[in-house]
């Protein structure tokens, strides 16, 4: 049976613990709102962008950028791994840095040549460990990701895969499905891939369209055709970059929504964890203590009693 000192001294231990971890759940709480509010004002440009490429490129010719031109086999793949630069997030950094080690592992056995672009301590130390080195290292960004990062990764890739050195270039990164709730994503940025943002990240559907049956439902083969002014090369290659900056900037700020998400419930979780403990700590302090009176108070009646014989 421990004794009054070691839990009362165990119970201020966790007292102790419990503020720490409160205080990170209300800061996580207060960075939400503004990591959703940017991610919110992100997503209808990234979701233009993308679908006005995939609308145009089905009209472009098909040399008027090498981005838009899907490779005859995959030899050279690069993943992009999206984690936080700190821990105390539960699962957050564990799930995307184990589906992307087992998505390398699976395109090595196809023989596909892996390069990886690492964002966040954990996804450094995490390669690293497993000595995989990766081409480009992003630190102390996670929570509050820049466009430079955004561009610096686009215009890597784009190089790449317009000289030949890259035929897949894929982002994996924890979407903030809401302030408690994330979704890992697997996201093929080159090729172009058809699927919309809605589709990718499970949005809800827009609502009911109440004209659609005064409209020509073959939308694929309607008449006519689309003008490129000035040129062809000149609207693709803008629209691929702009594409390329926005679909990597969007999965970092939506990752670092995520992250201040997949926190403050870890945190909310801890403290929660805390109370229950130190309650549970204080009967067990209040039951020792009785029973150390109790034992107290025989001893002196049986001494009375002896003292009366």
């Known amino acids: 049976m421990p004794n009054l000192h070691d839990i009362e001294r165990r119970i201020n231990s966790v007292s102790s613990t419990k503020q720490i971890t409160r205080t990170m759940e209300m800061v996580a709480a207060a960075k939400i709102r503004r990591a959703s509010e940017r991610v919110y004002n992100a997503l209808p440009w990234a979701s233009a962008i993308s679908d006005m490429l995939v609308t145009t490129a089905k009209h472009a010719p098909l040399d008027s950028e090498p981005l838009l031109a899907t ?70 960004l996670s929570a509050d990701p820049t466009y430079e990062e955004a561009a610096e990764i686009s215009q890597f890739a784009g190089d790449s895969y317009r000289e030949g050195k890259l035929d897949e270039v894929i982002i994996v990164f924890n979407h903030a499905k809401n302030a408690a709730e994330q979704r890992l994503i697997e996201q093929q940025v080159l090729p172009i891939n058809t699927t919309s943002y809605a589709e990718l990240l499970g949005l809800a559907p827009k609502e009911k369209d109440y004209f659609e049956h005064f409209r020509d439902k073959d939308l694929e083969h309607l008449p006519g055709d689309i003008d490129f002014e000035p040129d062809a090369e000149s609207v693709m290659h803008y629209l691929m970059r702009a594409y390329l900056r926005n679909t990597f900037y969007y999965a970092l700020i939506d990752s ?54």
């Open 256 to 309: 670092a929504a995520a992250e201040q998400g997949a926190r403050r419930t870890a945190m909310k979780s801890a403290t929660d964890n805390a109370n229950e403990m130190v309650n549970t700590l204080t009967r067990v302090y209040n039951r020792v203590r009785q029973g150390a009176i109790t034992t107290e108070i025989s001893e002196i009646v049986g001494g009375a009693a002896a003292l009366e014989e």
């Open 71 to 140: 490779h005859d086999e995959v030899k050279r793949a690069l993943i992009v791994v999206i984690a936080s630069d700190r821990g105390l997030a539960g699962g957050f950094n564990s799930n995307v840095l184990r589906h992307a080690e087992k998505l390398i592992k699976e395109k090595e056995r196809q023989g596909i040549e892996v390069s990886v672009v690492a964002c966040g301590k954990k996804a450094i130390g995490y390669f690293s460990y497993r000595n995989i080195v990766p081409i480009f290292e992003f630190r102390d």
